[in-house]
Each structure stands twice: as structure tokens, then as C-alpha cells.
């Protein structure tokens, strides 16, 4: 069975922000771990973070590992990387919440817009938000379609013509 066009464009749009998310988080983790590699003097640790991707879990380790160190070592100091962690995560969760709101938004029009001109054996959305015993154009002109209870149900007889 083959998606129809409004599903394929929704699960288009949510792999981009979902893709997108990902992308964000590597590039602030990473900027967050490269930046405390440089002051500690970890020049080994910073080109592995600089030319390894792993959507931020080597960065985020590398920053919590070095946490506990930095707060063994100095207990009057203390460490903010938990609410930077916390932050990016937040800010994270909202850009994912946005991207959803215009997922479904796009979704709600690409259903709103399937227009009756497509034959109702084609539309998935044929039934949706029509009440039932409504009819609907079949794909051919000798059959009648009718929705009953969101499905949809279609003669099928011969043309004759």
C-alpha cells in the first residue's frame, strides 16, 4: 500500500525536524566539550570531538566526566555543566514541540485540502470529517461510494456503457 501524498509530506517534515534536533544538539554539545577540552589543555580529546559525530554522546560524556573531576578538585567552584545540559535540553524539547505544531498543522491542511476531484478509492481521507451515508464519486462513473462510521464502502458494479 503506498502512503498517500500528505502522509509521505508529514513524515517528510517530521524526519527534518527530528534530523534538525539532532543536528542542533551535536553542534551545542560539541561546542560546550571543545571549549572545555581547549581551556584543560586536552588537545586529544578536542580533535576526537571535533571529527567524531555521535549526536552529542561523546561531548555530553566528556562534559560530565570532566565535571566530576573539576568538582573533586575544587569544591568552592562550582560546575554549571548540568544547567547548560538542562538548558539544551529544554531548548530542545521546544524546537521538537515547534516542529510538531507545523508537522501537524501541514498535516491538518494536506487532509483539509484532499478535494473530492481524486476518485474515493484513491483518498485515505475520503471519510474523514463526513458524516455518514454522505456519497462520494467512485472511480468510475457506474459505482457510488458512502461513508458509514469513517469507512468507506463502494458498489461494484460493471459499466455497462
Given at each position: ?8 509530506l ?49 561531548p ?36 521538537f ?5 507545523i ?6 491542511l494536506?487532509i ?17 470529517g ?30 455497462l456503457?
Open positions: 500500500m503506498m502512503l498517500s501524498e500528505s502522509a509521505t508529514l513524515f517528510i517534515v517530521l524526519f527534518i525536524v527530528i534530523i534538525i534536533v539532532l543536528v542542533i544538539a551535536e553542534l551545542i554539545l560539541k561546542g560546550f566539550a571543545m571549549w572545555r577540552a581547549s581551556e584543560r589543555g586536552d588537545k586529544a580529546w578536542f580533535w576526537v570531538i571535533l571529527i567524531l559525530n555521535t549526536l552529542g554522546i561523546l555530553l560524556i566528556y562534559l560530565l566526566v570532566t565535571n566530576k573531576e573539576e568538582s573533586k578538585k575544587s569544591k568552592t567552584k562550582k560546575s554549571n555543566t548540568w544547567l547548560i545540559v538542562l538548558i539544551v535540553l529544554i531548548a530542545l524539547f521546544v524546537v514541540l515547534i516542529g510538531m505544531v508537522a501537524g498543522a501541514i498535516a491538518f494536506a483539509s485540502s484532499s478535494s473530492m476531484d481524486s476518485c474515493a478509492q484513491d483518498n485515505p481521507f475520503a471519510c474523514v463526513v458524516s455518514d451515508g454522505t456519497s462520494i464519486p467512485s472511480c468510475d462513473p457506474c459505482n457510488t461510494c458512502t461513508c458509514q462510521d469513517d469507512i468507506l464502502s463502494c458498489t461494484e458494479m460493471e459499466c456503457e
